[in-house]
């Protein structure tokens, strides 16, 4: 499943422009409402919205990329929550909405809520993003800071930690764009029996879990710059530790799989893994 | 640095057919195969079962039709690999000729060789063995000592490769020796074909594992004379070979389910016994990860079909892939109190227990070890 070049470009190019460390200080105390506006002048709202009722007709493939994006540069407001609501549903704000029923986690309180399944594929894709920014920037970091007289990214133990942390990274990529993917082909799932439902619950459940080994190995390898409010790492790191308990924890999450894997034996879980 | 990215590709029309078809075949085929075997898998050795798996079309899925192949597209064929792993076909016998060695020969043999090499391997008759690793030549693979050199009546071999896979049993080998003089050293390397059932001068050797098996092996070349068309490729080419061929070995689904036998017993196990939240959780965040490395393995099949060389995406999956599998015999001894045990009378859990935590640190040596992946990765970063 591709997603749209146009769109991708689109998005880099105003995430870009737009998403600036000034930008990022500024809206940490204004709340940056104002990206939304900006972000539903050229549309990106109405991703998920079809072309007859005025809006983009992506698929779910297309709103990871926005959503993603918004991770990867830290974009303030509530974009990709009124993108995958107005998915949902639909550009009048009507419909069936699904709703997970199984109450686990809650979003964060400044976040309009979204159904459980939504809002978790939705945090997966975010901090698929964050952590890519991380990635970014500790790869950047240790190729221009020296010591020993040498760059960090020299030494080999820093080369394994980057290494790893790449790794983790390529996990939750790989995981987000799988569950984005699945629900395009079979419907945002509504509870645990439809057929999307166990890539959404994977790729929350890993994203929750690295969330951990991602921020530690990405301001272990700034140390104490990467810790300052100046600095900037925090963009990416505070949302990863708030985001991995909204919408179900790792373990909320993994106690669903692991119990409908045990109740449905080898040969079922293998089918849904699968499908 | 280069942006991380995993497409989740769809997969081709029929392969929902295929994946009924190969749960069929295997629903029979396995039907007298013992656990023992079935946990071991792709590290089993079964000729007879090879030769059905050739018949029922199953081996050298991607090969061209004109040599016998199946002509399917990668992603048909990941289909196919995985379903043999999660049921635990023993398909070592075929294993690395179907994933490497029939490739290699497809790319760099002639023609002639690959009429008469290419349709015996998908009808599952050849085993292949991989010879690289030396005695003084392990991660460092470059500083391998083994020449061949270039005579009127063909080359001659001396030296002697080591952890050799399956070389007791194999028809071949594709191996690795030195051919050229100073210069870098991962220059003059060159691969070349053996024939190990035919060739005077080689000496195998087996060596016992820490299991008690015989599947590696000492391979001592005493003056082998190999034919002027035994090598592989070009001259002194054999580095940049061998690289793309690890870029096949390293990506596919036998980096993460290796154990996939044990740990389908371990779910039966606790569906019988009950398991605790706590249980539920640990066993929920296994079948996360097989998830997640799932998609991370067939993002990287779809982009060998699309003709990329994936090397940094395939060193991820197995590094992260080997740490997943060989997790599993530990995960399992902490959620059910019952010991492992070899005896044919235990249950299947319990054989497979024993098995596979035994045979759990090879996962990460076979293939490249950790180490050297994580240098892969960290180069494809930028960093060295």
Redesign the interface.
């Known amino acids: 499943m591709n997603a749209d070049l146009l769109l991708l470009d689109t998005v880099e190019r105003l995430f870009s422009e737009q998403l600036t460390p000034e930008y990022l200080a500024e809206a940490e105390r204004s709340g940056g409402a104002d990206f939304l506006s900006l972000a539903q002048e050229i549309g990106l709202d109405a991703v998920l919205v079809a072309q007859e009722e005025g809006g983009y007709g992506g698929s779910w493939s297309d709103a990871f990329v926005v959503a993603e994006a918004c991770g990867r540069y830290a974009a303030p407001g509530s974009l990709p929550e009124v993108m995958v609501s107005r998915g949902i549903l639909g550009s009048r704000g009507t419909g069936d909405v699904p709703v997970g029923h199984v109450p686990v986690g809650h979003s964060s309180a400044e976040q309009p809520s979204l159904p459980l399944p939504a809002g978790a594929l939705l945090r997966s894709a975010q901090m698929a993003g964050a952590a890519q920014a991380l990635l970014e920037r500790s790869v950047q970091y240790c190729g221009e800071r020296e010591q020993f007289g040498r760059p960090l990214g020299r030494f080999q133990a820093v080369q394994q930690q980057l290494a790893e942390l790449a790794g983790y990274v390529a996990c939750m990529q790989a995981a987000s764009q799988r569950a984005f993917a699945e629900v395009q082909r079979r419907g945002m799932p509504a509870g645990e029996e439809d057929p999307a439902w166990l890539a959404v619950a994977i790729a929350k459940c890993r994203c929750s879990e690295l969330a951990h080994p991602v921020t530690l190995i990405a301001h272990g390898m700034h140390g104490a710059i990467g810790f300052t409010e100046e600095f900037g790492l925090q963009h990416f790191s505070r949302p990863l530790w708030r985001w991995r308990a909204d919408y179900g924890r790792c373990s909320d999450w993994a106690q669903a799989i692991g119990r409908h894997a045990i109740a449905r034996g080898p040969e079922a879980t293998w089918d849904a893994l699968t499908r | 640095?280069p942006?991380?990215?995993?497409?989740?590709?769809?997969l081709p029309a029929g392969a929902d057919d295929l994946?009924r078809e190969v749960r069929a075949f295997f629903n029979e085929a396995l039907r007298d195969v013992p656990v023992a075997e079935r946990a071991l898998s792709w590290d089993a050795c079964n000729p007879e079962f090879s030769r059905r798996m050739g018949a029922a079309g199953l081996i050298g899925m991607g090969f061209p039709h004109e040599y016998g192949g199946g002509g399917r597209s990668q992603l048909e064929r990941f289909?196919v690999l995985?379903e043999c792993l999660?049921v635990g076909a023993p398909t070592g016998f075929h294993w690395f000729a179907d994933r490497q060695s029939g490739p290699l020969i497809l790319r760099y043999g002639s023609e002639a060789l690959k009429q008469a090499i290419i349709p015996r391997i998908c009808r599952g008759e050849l085993c292949f063995c991989i010879g690289m690793s030396e005695p003084d030549s392990g991660s460092d693979l470059a500083s391998l000592r083994t020449r061949a050199r270039r005579t009127d009546a063909g080359w001659i071999v001396n030296g002697t490769k080591v952890w050799t896979t399956n070389a007791h049993r194999a028809h071949y080998m594709i191996a690795l020796f030195r051919t050229g003089e100073g210069g870098r050293r991962h220059e003059g390397l060159s691969q070349f074909l053996v024939d190990l059932r035919n060739t005077p001068g080689i000496r195998i050797a087996p060596i016992r594992d820490l299991a008690g098996r015989e599947h590696f092996n000492e391979v001592h070349f005493e003056g082998a004379l190999l034919p002027e068309d035994a090598l592989i490729g070009a001259e002194n080419n054999g580095w940049a070979q061998v690289m793309e061929e690890l870029a096949l070995e390293r990506a596919g689904p036998e980096r993460y389910l290796s154990c996939q036998t044990l740990?389908?017993?371990l779910?039966?196990v606790?569906?019988d016994r009950g398991?605790s939240?706590a249980?539920?959780?640990?066993?929920?965040?296994a079948?996360?990860?097989?998830?997640?490395?799932?998609?991370?393995s067939?993002?990287v099949a779809a982009m060998l079909q699309a003709g990329e060389s994936p090397n940094l995406?395939a060193a991820?999956v197995k590094?992260?892939g080997t740490r997943f599998e060989q997790s599993i015999p530990a995960l399992a001894q902490e959620l059910v109190d019952l010991p492992a045990d070899p005896s044919s009378d235990a249950l299947p859990y319990q054989q497979a227990l024993h098995l596979m935590t035994l045979l759990a640190p090879s996962f990460s040596l076979r293939g490249g070890s950790g180490?050297i992946?994580?240098?892969i990765?960290?180069r494809?970063?930028?960093?060295?």
């Open positions: 640095m942006r991380l990215n995993f497409p989740a590709p769809e994946r289909v995985e999660a740990f389908n017993e779910l039966r606790l569906g398991a939240a249980a539920a959780a640990a066993v929920g965040a079948v996360a990860q097989l998830g997640a490395l799932r998609a991370m067939l993002s995406e991820m590094d992260m180490e992946l994580r240098g990765i960290a494809g970063l930028g960093l060295r």
